[in-house]
């Protein structure tokens, strides 16, 4: 999860549990790098051009990162135990490859989700020769900056009060 061009890159990363990340800092700023919540906590001070430590993410859950320098300069990371997960790409589509024939239970997750949490969508029982599903999730219309954080409940005030200034 690379902080470059004052943005996260990729925006949203979807990995397993107990994977570890890496942040390298690609801009030429000093910067902080955080994630506050009661199960885990974690601040990186990056220097321009460096790397952090790798950070294990060994919970599941949606981690919403900041910037203490840019207020809107927020990254996601979905940290799941599903078997087949991803990314949509920009137009909302996703290819799981190679999923199995049998029976399986869909859940989505969208930053502009209602209170952002991974949303059930249903069973979905998948032949041998495949599989094309449409699957949607109810989402809050885009504005102009970045979606608003969700209540203080579900990530700390710390973080509310950053990414609404």
């Not at 910067?31 to 993410?57: C, I, M, N, W």
């Not at 859950?61 to 207020?71: A, F, T």
């Amino acid at each position: 999860m690379d902080p470059r061009d004052q943005r996260f890159a990729p925006h949203v990363l979807a990995i397993r549990t107990g994977t570890q990340i890496r942040f390298p800092n690609s801009d030429n700023i000093r910067r902080q790098v955080y994630f506050f919540s009661p199960a885990k906590r974690f601040e990186l001070r990056l220097h321009g051009g460096t790397s952090s430590d790798p950070v294990l993410f060994d919970k599941l859950r949606v981690v919403v990162l900041c910037c203490n320098i840019h207020d809107g300069m927020l990254g996601y990371v979905y940290v799941t135990d599903d078997p087949w997960f991803g990314v949509s790409n920009d137009q909302g589509l996703l290819t799981l490859d190679p999923l199995s024939e049998g029976h399986s239970v869909a859940t989505l997750w969208h930053r502009q989700a209602p209170k952002m949490p991974p949303v059930p969508r249903g069973e979905i029982d998948t032949p041998a020769a495949g599989l094309h599903q449409r699957l949607s999730i109810a989402v809050q219309p885009k504005g102009d900056q970045m979606p608003a954080a969700p209540p203080p409940s579900a990530f700390g005030g710390a973080f509310n009060k950053a990414a609404h200034r």
